[in-house]
């Protein structure tokens, strides 16, 4: 057994019994910051890492928001669009049987559509990390608007 772990193998260690610890009651602050002075962190340091936890919980909170927003959105879209092409495929299939004209307007909704969908799910692309910070400038415009990220789930 090794007598001395460096300070990442350390952190991996505690990370992890700290994971497979099971926990009966939920801890105070206080439980935290006595745990916390045996282990030598500072009270400092925990403070920051719970104000941290709390920022981050809220991000990811208004990301569910978000989210949600989103897919209702595209769904809104996707009726739309099924509505609107079933209209044109019948209108065009009563009236000039020959010549099928519905599909242009279907590829163009479909792109649009497709482009929508990127927006509500992609989390990686560009357009969702853009309808984000655009949502969040709307709904919760904070003191300085800045692009951010989504929080990872």
Do not use: C
């Given at each position: 057994m090794k007598?001395?772990?460096?300070?990442?193998?350390?952190?991996?260690i505690l990370r992890r019994a700290i994971e497979n610890m099971p926990?009966?009651?939920?801890?105070?602050?206080?439980?935290?910051?006595?745990?916390?002075?045996e282990l030598g962190i500072s009270p400092e340091a925990l403070r920051l890492a719970e104000a941290e936890h709390l920022a981050e919980g809220g991000r990811r909170e208004l990301y569910s928001e978000f989210l949600a927003h989103e897919?209702?959105?595209f769904q809104s879209a996707l009726y739309s669009f099924i509505g609107v092409n079933a209209f044109l495929f019948a209108f065009n299939y009563l009236t000039t049987r020959g010549f099928?004209?519905?599909v242009f307007p279907l590829l163009g909704m479909g792109l649009g559509l497709f482009k929508h969908w990127v927006r509500a799910n992609v989390r990686?692309?560009?357009d969702h990390i853009d309808a984000y910070n655009d949502w969040l400038h709307v709904h919760h415009p904070g003191p300085a608007p800045k692009k951010e990220l989504p929080p990872r789930m």
């Amino acid at each position: 057994m090794k007598p001395h772990y460096s300070e990442e193998e350390s952190n991996d260690i505690l990370r992890r019994a700290i994971e497979n610890m099971p926990l009966k009651d939920a801890m105070s602050l206080e439980q935290l910051e006595k745990i916390g002075a045996e282990l030598g962190i500072s009270p400092e340091a925990l403070r920051l890492a719970e104000a941290e936890h709390l920022a981050e919980g809220g991000r990811r909170e208004l990301y569910s928001e978000f989210l949600a927003h989103e897919r209702g959105a595209f769904q809104s879209a996707l009726y739309s669009f099924i509505g609107v092409n079933a209209f044109l495929f019948a209108f065009n299939y009563l009236t000039t049987r020959g010549f099928w004209w519905f599909v242009f307007p279907l590829l163009g909704m479909g792109l649009g559509l497709f482009k929508h969908w990127v927006r509500a799910n992609v989390r990686d692309s560009q357009d969702h990390i853009d309808a984000y910070n655009d949502w969040l400038h709307v709904h919760h415009p904070g003191p300085a608007p800045k692009k951010e990220l989504p929080p990872r789930m």
